[in-house]
């Protein structure tokens, strides 16, 4: 794989493409609330995160969301 500082849009779409049945069974407890689900590169660790988007007048039981889907860090943020 490429280093963390050349990932390229192929690369997550492929990673993303790898767990989409994971992050599909996720997604779908959170339906109402959700507004994306996408794979971003995290500022800090310059690593692939999966992030998913939630409208920002909601209040979703984070709880239940896993920490990692398929070796990557899962990461909630509110669309505002």
């Not at 690369?11 to 790898?18: E, G, H, I, T, Y």
């Not at 599909?24 to 995290?42: G, H, T």
């Not at 995160?49 to 899962?74: C, K, S």
Request: proline share 6%; net charge negative.
């Amino acid at each position: 794989m490429t280093s963390p500082r050349n990932w390229t849009d192929r690369d997550l779409d492929s990673l993303f493409n790898r767990v989409a049945q994971q992050i599909e069974s996720v997604a779908r407890d959170f339906a109402s609330q959700l507004v994306d689900v996408n794979m971003v590169i995290d500022i800090d660790s310059r690593e692939p995160v999966i992030r998913f988007v939630f409208a920002d007048n909601t209040a979703p039981d984070l709880e239940r969301m896993p920490q990692n889907i398929g070796g990557h860090r899962v990461v909630p943020t509110f669309k505002t």
